[in-house]
């Protein structure tokens, strides 16, 4: 069922962090914003003390190495961003500002269930703007190697369908669909750590990734088995982080979706380039506000922007 009307927080949250690829300290505080602001960054802490506005969709991407990043290195970017995203689009939160005073959003335990935990102490509130959807209209697809992503029409939900396939019997082929909704999000998904191969970390160290990594951060997976005292949290726990992460890329579309994402050996770099496939051709989405109303045609958005902004009223 489609949420009617926009969402953003109670009150503002703290969350305090390292980034697991800079292993840098990070502060964030998650803000209320007014309807139609959409998700976007604060970055502060920049040289000269300058601060940068972030506006968290596709157009802002700038590398989807390991992680999602927005914003450039020049004037201030945000990297791994999506395990936040995946949480704030998993639970319909559709307006935050993200205060960040560094260059990297906190790993906290590698899952979104820290952000949840985070947003579950003040709460969400809904506003009086009605929610718009992006409504998938035509088929896309992307591939990479033997992996793909497409996007295709679901008139009802935003369906994720993901498998993944590794050559170590530590994970496999694992595959799992979910119709994407708060109770589910919370239940299913939110939990799920990202992983990484023991085999990887020195060569991951040089490029200089992962140097905030950790077995409390991460699933270490070894030769034999994994490598972390507690063990998975789910018995398909790595196919379940690639949904996470699924959800967290795919909300930079700037809408919610209503349309069915498949991916088989997918990643960052598949999610944003399936969006980017989408966004290719007027033809292939429309804006639909939820309830009984009609569809917007994107002519209406305004100011020839090739993709739907945040607030287009005041852009």
């Known amino acids: 069922m489609k949420q009617n009307q926009q969402t953003t927080l109670r009150a503002a949250v703290t969350l305090l962090g390292i980034g697991v690829h800079s292993g840098d300290e990070v502060k964030m505080i998650l803000h209320p914003a007014e309807a139609n602001h959409g998700v976007a960054f604060l970055r502060t802490g920049l040289p000269g003390g300058h601060d940068r506005l972030i506006d968290a969709r596709h157009l802002a991407v700038t590398a989807t190495e390991l992680c999602t990043v927005i914003g450039d290195r020049e004037s201030g970017a945000v990297a791994t961003i999506e395990h936040l995203m995946a949480a704030l689009a998993g639970l319909g939160v559709d307006n935050v500002l993200v205060e960040i005073d560094g260059p990297e959003v906190p790993i906290l335990d590698g899952s979104s269930a820290p952000f949840i935990d985070a947003i579950d102490q003040v709460g969400i509130v809904m506003q009086s703007a009605g929610r718009r959807y992006l409504k998938v209209l035509k088929p896309v697809r992307v591939t990479q190697g033997r992996g793909f992503a497409e996007l295709v029409p679901n008139e009802r939900a935003f369906r994720l369908d993901v498998e993944i396939d590794f ?87 700037g809408l919610p979706l209503l349309g069915t994402y498949r991916s088989y050996c997918g990643g960052h770099r598949l999610n944003f380039s399936v969006l980017e496939a989408l966004f290719s051709s007027r033809s292939n989405y429309t804006i639909v506000e939820a309830g009984p109303r009609r569809e917007t045609g994107y002519a209406e958005l305004g100011n020839g922007i090739a993709m739907p902004a945040f607030a287009p009223e005041v852009h």
Do not use: C
Not at 214 to 243: Q, W
């Open 167 to 253: 050559p170590t019997p530590v994970i496999g082929r694992q595959r799992k669909a979910i119709d994407l909704s708060p109770s589910v999000f919370r239940r299913d998904i939110s939990r799920a750590r990202t992983f990484g191969f023991m085999r990887d970390v020195e060569k991951l160290w040089s490029a200089g990734f992962a140097l905030g990594a950790s077995l409390e951060n991460t699933v270490a997976i070894g030769e034999d088995g994994i490598m972390n005292p507690e063990g998975l949290r789910y018995a398909d726990e790595f196919v379940r982080h690639k949904i996470l992460d699924a959800v967290g890329d795919l909300s930079l579309a």
